[in-house]
């Protein structure tokens, strides 16, 4: 096969037992790569009622066919697993050396199964793997770990995926962090291997992937290089996603005070602009990356002065706004503590504003929350709160280091409201109310909440449609989205580039220039339908519903309220129409059960469908 090495590792943390397996050409060509992968390997080894921090789960690494090849802004790989917080298909992707790395050592996966008697890491060189003792790693950050790996092996070329100690505490909101400043996150994917006692993975390979036709993508890989550096990407080149702070904040979908409000009066203080202009250290490039969006902060002076961390725009806004933090100071040394004790920022902002609000309302006592003035707007507040929560210290960490859905749950007394969760997974940097094709979107996502799966916030913030209402056709604009960006998720390239192909043609070029296959569009958007379903399968397997498509009640219950989007509500009876719309583009049943005609037709497993 072109563009794969056709391999992948199967290792068994229980026996010790490490064999190399072929991938069939039949599983490429029907799932392509990444999170197609992700979804083929999950619901063929993780039967229903699996605990998901249980040795009979399963954690995969895959690449995509363009991994390690000309392909610009390729340099991706993603993780799955059943998730810890939500239940049902768990799955991150980052950015980074590790993709690259593990195709140069000659293998496109590596799937985990079982459990380590003691703390191990995974060592993968040039067409072999082993174990290794992790003991001394244990209790280690990320950052500190992948020193350390490279110190003992004598490398400083091997690439390192590690979890912190909020991995190793079981937090459900733990991620995996690899080239320092690049994270798996969402889902709790650190969380399971923290079960395993597996505490990282570490590549070195020197290998060359061949693809189908190098001179033809050697010459498209140029032209996608210079597309890269033209308009369609020059606000990332500048500010990095930052850049959205102030665009949203004039659109009145920034959300601020756990999604009270939709604009934050403070918002120039942290502007990608003042950013720019006040923190950033560097700014640097994934490999194979001509757009270097990363924007490196550091706290200059002050009792966190000598803080260095990588700052995005959902790291920003809600450790930021969405807490009523404007100190750029607190906000980056609260994300190098997500970053290095191995906590995903999403929900450590949106859990920390749920905290900040309940103790506001009188829910929390200061005995909850060890003293501290947990108000929103305190960034000294904001800063311990994250680090207790990571390291599961003291009545506070205790109540949130599994995040808002489960922290609601055990306060109770109305909070279980505001907690902006859906599938139990915190809600992304994008206010519901006046993005509601968007909410949508995020709502009906297979892993819970993500702005990643479908795009669906695009016609919204585009305004050609009707951004504060809902009908029925805005389930095509979410179905389109999802199988496109599940094309996209398995190649796997980055977002960023979306507008840098002139059109879906030319997909079906790239792909045929890497890996042969001579697919027509609507093969193409096809492969992707197949590859949604095969993730919805696995989430019906463990008893998704319609009431888990839903947002928060603060969506239905409460109008937004400012200066922009005042008065914004969703309307259920719109988005019931809305979930049905989009239930009847995906030939789903009204429980969103697809039907077996459909599975029969996408070659998918029937025996679920309705």
Known sequence: ????????????????????ERLP??????YLGG?????????????????????????????????????????????????????????GIAS????????????????????????????????????????????????????LIREELSDDEVRVSSIGPAGELLSVLANVTNDRNRQVGRSGIGCVMGSKNLKAIAIRGTGDVEVADLDGLMEFSRDLYKRCRGPATEKYRVFGTPAN?????????????????GTFEKVEDVSGERMLETMVKKITACPSC???????????????????SSMDYESLELLGPNCGVSDLNAITKAVELCDTLGIDTISAGVTVSWAMEAFERGLLTSEDV????????????????????????????????????????????????????????????YSLRPLQTATLGFATSVRGACYLRSGSYQPDVKGTVDRYHLDSSRGKVVFEGENLYAIIDSLIICKFTRGIYKDNTEFTKLIKLVT???????????????????????????????????????????????DVSDGAIIIRAEYDEALSGYYEERRWDEEGIPTKALLEELGLDATLGV
């Open 245 to 261: 702070m102030l665009v949203h904040n004039r659109l009145g979908c920034l959300p601020s005070y756990n999604f009270q409000k």
């Open 96 to 147: 980074g050396g590790i993709a690259s790395e593990l195709k140069a050592a000659g293998f496109d996966g590596i799937v985990v199964t079982g459990k380590a008697p003691s703390p191990q890491y995974i060592l993968v060189q040039n067409g072999r793997a082993e174990l290794r003792d992790a003991s001394d790693l244990w209790g280690k950050t990320t950052w500190e770990t992948e020193e």
């Open 516 to 562: 042969g296959f001579d697919w027509s569009v609507e093969e193409m958007i096809k492969t992707g339908e197949r590859i949604h379903n095969q993730a919805k399968l696995f989430n019906v397997r463990f008893g998704a519903k319609r009431a888990d498509d839903y947002p928060p009640p603060r969506a239905f219950e409460e109008k937004l309220y400012d």
């Open 25 to 30: 050409e039949e599983v490429a060509r029907k």
């Open 35 to 91: 999170y197609g992968f992700v979804g083929w390997t999950l619901y063929e080894e993780v039967p229903a009622g699996t605990d998901p921090l249980s040795p009979e789960n399963v954690v995969c690494l895959w690449t995509g066919p363009v991994a390690g090849t000309p392909v610009p802004v390729s340099s991706k790989y993603i993780m799955g697993a059943l998730s810890p917080a939500t239940g049902f298909i768990g799955f």
């Open 290 to 308: 001509p757009i270097a969006c990363d924007h490196i902060n550091e706290v200059k002076e002050g009792p966190w002065a000598g803080t260095v």
């Open 1 to 20: 096969m072109k563009g794969y090495t056709g391999k992948y590792l199967r290792v068994d943390l229980t026996t010790g037992d490490i064999r190399t």
């Open 370 to 429: 060890d003293g501290l003035d947990l108000r929103f707007g305190n960034g000294e507040a904001m800063v311990e709160a994250v680090r207790r929560m990571s390291l599961r210290e003291g009545n506070l960490g205790a109540l949130i280091a599994d995040g808002s859905a489960r922290a609601a749950e055990k306060l109770g007394k109305g909070s279980e409201k505001f907690a902006m969760v859906n599938k139990k997974l915190e809600w992304g940097a």
